[in-house]
């Protein structure tokens, strides 16, 4: 019988991303419930731990109650509607907040809905004050999904599948000063950057990066544009997190945390000089429902919120213990990290692969803790918790993670599953090969009689019988999940094999027999899978690998009680 879990990640594969919804189902994810601080629940009641804050969007925590309270004001205002023609106050008043965030350096803004939204906006005005169509951005950039904001990404995935981009779009290396100042020639109108590039990996700028960036735009006559989708709102220690390297640039995108986590809304601010546009052609810009009253109050709270000197200063203390902490367990686990890198509270573990990053994600979970990877780079496992998270909160989460970390640098240990000194994940196909003190035949017999013993899949392998099966009752880890599914007896042992699905493009588990020299026989165990999952199979085939490998041992721990007694060869008398 299917679970309102399954149901629902069936229902998300089949009408919205197949990918994701393999992914959160494989992973453990439950379905979704009330929320508070840094916690949230899912349907049973279990409570999970955020140490990552959704991509900035919820930065301030699950129902933050001065943003709660602030959605009820304005409703209990009546005042919901934009007309867009009458003078809206609370969408002007959070513009002057906005700007007061600058030191009005920054004094105007306009305010939409989603990030690539503001950042398309910013590119727009950037063509228009300088009559340059170009626009340089770094490799391993992330500025959203629309078509402008995939070519400044430039990824050769995308291009390959969503191509041809726009044209006039060019990368450099994020960090490097002289590939920057190569390019910078009298067609390049925009320098897009990310202080922090979240995406490709938590990449943190070197040391006097962005002053020189500063100087080149200056000198080139190019405006330097700042994405802060996820940097901005304290989160790096200061509001904005320019602040921090002494610049100002012409123009700066905010969103995510701006909407509070529960409404749209991003804004590009910019200098008077980048606004002469709209005197001139007042129909630049243009967003249905971008500022209005209702997102824009959440807005006025969140920017007030993160205004607060006293915030910022438990950001900055939080952001010491998380570096301290994490900069220590690289050094303590170097086989499983990489490497460790962040600014402010905003950090990433890298691992030395992709399946490492999904056990440990995966074991996360099961710990009730929730996390995630960098999108352009599964490797990296991010540590951005919500800036509200507690004291205790976060050091059991970071103790938690050291414990993982350390768990999945133990070596595997027994011979039969590879080099005793091998640690890390487990990727299809795993095999195990187990010696048992039982002759050929009567293992045969056990496995032909419960042909899923050894099945680490199944719920139950001692009740299993040979045949199709359209309702196989089996589970990931500790979670029930129903797919078709086959068993067949061969020769010398038995296969199992998964139809095709939402879940599953193979999974096939194999097991056979052969004699030992002593007169005992020797288990050979296959299971092997493809998740369809693209890029992330390797992520998702580390979770997997681990439940292979945990569910395996438990069904070869039970295996010897479905055996008769072996038959021992009587001892030889000495002479």
Not at 154 to 162: A, F, I, N, T, V
Request: glycine fraction near 10%; aromatic fraction near 6%; hydrophobic fraction near 40%.
């Amino acid at each position: 019988m299917r679970t309102r879990r399954q149901l629902l990640a069936e229902g998300k594969a089949a009408h919205n991303h197949p990918t994701y919804a393999r992914m959160a189902f494989v992973m453990g994810c439950g379905v979704q419930g009330r929320g508070e601080g840094s916690r949230v629940l899912d349907e049973d009641g279990s409570s999970f731990l955020a140490l990552f804050d959704q991509y900035g969007n919820q930065s301030f925590g699950y129902a933050h109650p001065r943003i709660v309270q602030a959605v009820r004001d304005q409703l209990d205002s009546g005042v919901l509607n934009s007309t867009k023609i009458m003078f809206e106050e609370v969408q002007i008043r959070l513009s002057e907040r906005l700007a007061r965030t600058t030191g009005n350096r920054l004094p105007y803004s306009y305010l939409a809905n989603g990030g690539g939204e503001s950042i398309d906006n910013a590119l727009k005005l950037a063509r228009a004050a300088t009559g340059r169509p170009g626009v340089v951005s770094a490799r391993g950039c992330f500025h959203g999904k629309t078509l402008a904001t995939l070519s400044a990404s430039g990824r050769p995935e995308h291009r390959d599948r969503l191509g041809p981009f726009m044209d006039h779009f060019q990368q450099v290396p994020f960090g490097d000063v002289d590939a920057l100042a190569q390019v910078l020639d009298d067609g390049v109108g925009a320098v897009l950057l990310e202080p922090v590039q979240a995406e490709a990996g938590v990449i943190v700028p070197p040391p006097g990066y962005f002053r020189e960036v500063r100087r080149l735009c200056t000198e080139a006559g190019a405006l330097l544009v700042l994405d802060e989708m996820q940097t901005a709102f304290g989160r790096c220690g200061t509001f904005f997190a320019h602040e921090q390297f002494g610049i100002t640039p012409d123009l700066v995108c905010v969103g995510k945390a701006f909407g509070g986590g529960v409404l749209p809304v991003s804004a590009v601010l910019g200098t008077e000089e980048v606004w002469a546009v709209l005197r001139e052609l007042p129909s630049t810009f243009g967003s249905s429902l971008g500022g209005n009253p209702l997102s824009c109050r959440v807005g006025l709270e969140t920017v007030a919120i993160a205004s607060d000197e006293a915030f910022l200063a438990t950001v900055r203390d939080r952001a010491a213990t998380i570096g301290q902490r994490l900069a220590a367990a690289a050094r303590r686990h170097p086989g499983v990290v990489a490497a460790h890198r962040g600014l402010g509270m905003m950090h990433g573990i890298e691992f030395h692969d992709e399946a490492t990053a999904g056990r440990v994600l995966g074991r996360l979970l099961e710990e009730g803790i929730t996390s995630t990877y960098s999108l352009y780079n599964p490797r990296v496992l991010r540590v951005q918790p919500p800036m509200v998270i507690t004291v205790a909160e976060l050091d059991h989460c970071l103790s938690v993670l050291d414990a993982l970390l350390a768990e999945a640098a133990a070596p595997r240990g027994a011979a039969d599953r590879g080099p005793a000194d091998e640690p890390g994940a487990l990727l299809s196909p795993v095999t195990r090969t187990v010696r048992l003190p039982h002759s050929v035949p009567d293992v045969l017999a056990a496995l032909h009689a419960a042909p899923r013993a050894l099945d680490p899949f199944a719920a139950d392998g001692l009740r299993s019988t040979v045949g199709f099966d359209p309702e196989f009752a089996g589970r990931l880890g500790s979670d029930p999940v129903v797919w078709a599914d086959r068993a067949e007896v061969i020769d010398r042992g038995v296969r199992l094999a998964a139809e095709p699905g939402w879940l599953w493009r193979t999974l096939e588990r194999e097991t056979t027999v052969t004699p030992d020299d002593d007169g005992g026989s020797v288990l050979h165990v296959r299971v092997a899978w493809d998740t369809d999952s693209g890029a992330y199979e390797d992520m998702l085939g580390g979770r997997i690998g681990f439940l292979v490998d945990r569910g395996l041992s438990e069904r070869l721990a039970a295996f010897p009680s479905v055996l008769p007694e072996p038959v021992r060869s009587p001892a030889r008398n000495p002479r």
